[in-house]
């Protein structure tokens, strides 16, 4: 058996574009020769072969570096084990600490985050190792359900996925108590049958919380059970004074109550159907629109040019139909079609239903070209935006979300106000549902271009439509009021009389 895995061979390098194949060698390779035992080069062989089926050759040519600094703690640190399972992960952590010392080298790096703000990570050595360590874990023969990490592709259940967004584990570890972390288990297994995934994570991310609490507060509490409303007060008032990254505090609170009901219904504990109150969930407020200016508009179109030509395309469309990014990344290759000689498209909305809708010849023209190019790139396919990784799925959220973010801090791309643009891709749809107000179209017209079941939410584009007349005019507004004030300098008491 070859123990040289060549970049060349792998899977990730017949997907890339041909700028990147260039940068490869035909002698770069991960030499399973440099690993001490054949236990570890059989382990290694299958991480890597699989790594290059879900990533990128551009990962993979940073990743044989990793590789290779890893190879060279096993001989400096005289490790030699038949499996990396052999050593507990805080074992092998301890030694990756070492070895990083004493070479000059940081255990952390400060990253920025996807909206540019500052963000420690562990040394991409330590990711690296740790990925390779969960790879070669020994399989849990019990039930998915019965684990403390679900692999939702073991799921027995046909659960609401989010084709955009790759969720692929529910992690219960950190809820630290035992018999909380199993009632949890089961009430969320209970709403994977009707809720979407998205908003599972939320529950889990209530229930953490709660758990934390009690953790620090309450640590002889191990049950849903032994909570009560002197308790809950308690953990309200938590809530709304100290604690840190609840972004919506009703959220919260309301999927924390969904978890607990289910609970009670579950395992017989009644008192906390009756947990929650209605006035512990503040009101609901209606957030401020918020839109694109024309400047705006113009200086972020301009900024588009520098990215890939399907990438354009997508960030144009999006705009012009006005849809939801969710419903722009899957739009199917055959959404387009002719009434009566008219373009028409049909959009398959993630959280509503499907809608048709008249649509422009440049747009038509426009979704064509982006169908033709996906065709000639990926050949046949579902969606019209793809993710490079598996094109049997759209693109993926984050992935338009990172090189969008990139290209804004790049160009340092800034607001009227003076501050980055975020990747606001909810804020040209209002644009969109601005402009149909400005058309004075009747409102039921407007709501079914926005694919709206109903006309309620049409008020607030109204809305925003006459502030932001407002905020244009209110300069000329007041050159006027000015221009009549001079003009009526002379009345003297008529003037006050007026």
Known sequence: ?????????????????????????????????????????????????????????????????????????????????????????????????????????????????????????????????????????????????????????????????????????????????????????????????????????????????????????????????????????????????????????RTDLTKLRGVLETIGKLYGYPHLESLFLTSDLPKQVQPKIKSYSESELMRFNAALAVLEEQIERLMVIHQMLGTRISDTLTLQTDCLYRQDGHPMIQIRQMKTNTFVKPISAELELLIEKAIQYTRETNGDTVYIFVDEKNTKRPLQYNTIQNKVMNLIQKKDLRDDKGELFGFGTYMFRHVYGIRLTELHLDDWTIAKLLGHTSVKNVKFYRKMSLQIIADETREIRAEMSRMIRANLAGWGKEYEQI
């Open 1 to 249: 058996m070859n123990k040289k895995l060549y970049l060349i061979d792998l899977d990730c390098y017949t997907r890339a574009d041909e700028k990147w194949k260039k940068e490869v060698k035909e002698t770069h390779c991960f030499d399973l020769n440099l690993l001490p035992t054949k236990g570890l080069q059989k382990e290694f062989r299958a991480f890597i072969k699989e790594r290059s089926r879900q990533y990128a050759l551009t990962t993979m040519i940073q990743e044989r570096i990793l590789y290779q600094r890893f190879c060279s703690i096993l001989r400096d640190k005289h490790i030699c084990v038949e499996s990396l399972q052999e050593l507990e992960w805080e074992q092998w952590l301890l030694k990756l600490r070492s070895w990083l010392l004493e070479h000059g080298q940081k255990l952390t790096l400060q990253g920025i985050s996807v909206y540019g703000k500052e963000k420690t990570m562990p040394s991409s050595l330590i990711t690296y190792v740790r990925k390779a360590y969960r790879f070669v874990e020994e399989e849990d023969e019990r039930d998915e359900i019965e684990k403390d990490i679900w692999k939702l592709e073991n799921l027995d259940i046909p659960y609401k996925k989010n084709p955009i967004k790759n969720f692929q584990t529910l992690n219960f570890t950190t809820i630290a108590q035992n018999d909380l972390r199993e009632e949890t288990k089961k009430s969320v297994y209970e709403h994977l049958h009707h809720e979407a995934i998205a908003t599972i994570f939320k529950e889990l991310t209530a229930i953490r919380r709660l758990s934390k609490y009690l953790a620090e507060k309450y640590p002889d509490i191990h049950s849903a059970e032994e909570l009560d409303r002197e308790l809950l007060e308690e953990y309200l008032t938590y809530l709304a004074t100290e604690a840190e990254g609840v972004n919506n505090y």
